[in-house]
């Protein structure tokens, strides 16, 4: 299970419908050996497409050096789809090398950048393999 705080869930929304009609795309680095989402990433989506998100190599080389001097690691990695489900594709899975993180997919395909309904669900992807998991939201993680 995901537990995410109603902040980080707003703040991944708000990127999935700035970037609308392109995918957005980020991490949420939390500290290593944990599994709380902590600091929120947003990055480029390099592919600037509608149907397909991709980091840019040298953003990504440079958040994980930044990560790895923060004792921190990818807790969620998340993006968005603007016409389809919240629902990993088969390129997605293809690019899910973090067996420990969660994949966060939130689909803008119902309101696109405006107020509105969105889909936001989590999945894990081990090995190909995907599994979703519940999702729960809370005000702040317990001390």
Do not use: Q, W
Not at 83 to 92: F, G, I, K, L, W
């Amino acid at each position: 299970m995901l537990t995410l705080t109603h902040e980080l869930r707003d703040r991944i929304v708000a990127h999935a419908r700035a970037d609308h009609p392109d995918e957005a795309c980020g991490v949420i680095a939390g500290p290593a050996g944990g599994d709380r989402p902590e600091r929120f990433i947003p990055m480029l989506n390099a592919a600037r497409s509608p149907t397909f998100y991709e980091f840019d190599s040298a953003d990504l080389l440079k958040l994980y050096r930044e990560m790895d001097d923060r004792d921190e690691e990818p807790v969620v990695i998340y993006h968005s789809h603007t016409a389809t489900e919240a629902y990993p594709s088969r390129t997605d899975v293809s690019y899910a090398n973090e067996p420990g993180a969660h994949y966060v997919v939130v689909s803008t395909a119902e309101s696109g950048n405006e107020e509105g309904p969105v889909s936001f669900r989590s999945f894990r992807i081990v090995d190909g393999t995907i599994t979703e998991e519940e999702v729960r939201f809370v005000d702040a993680y317990p001390a």
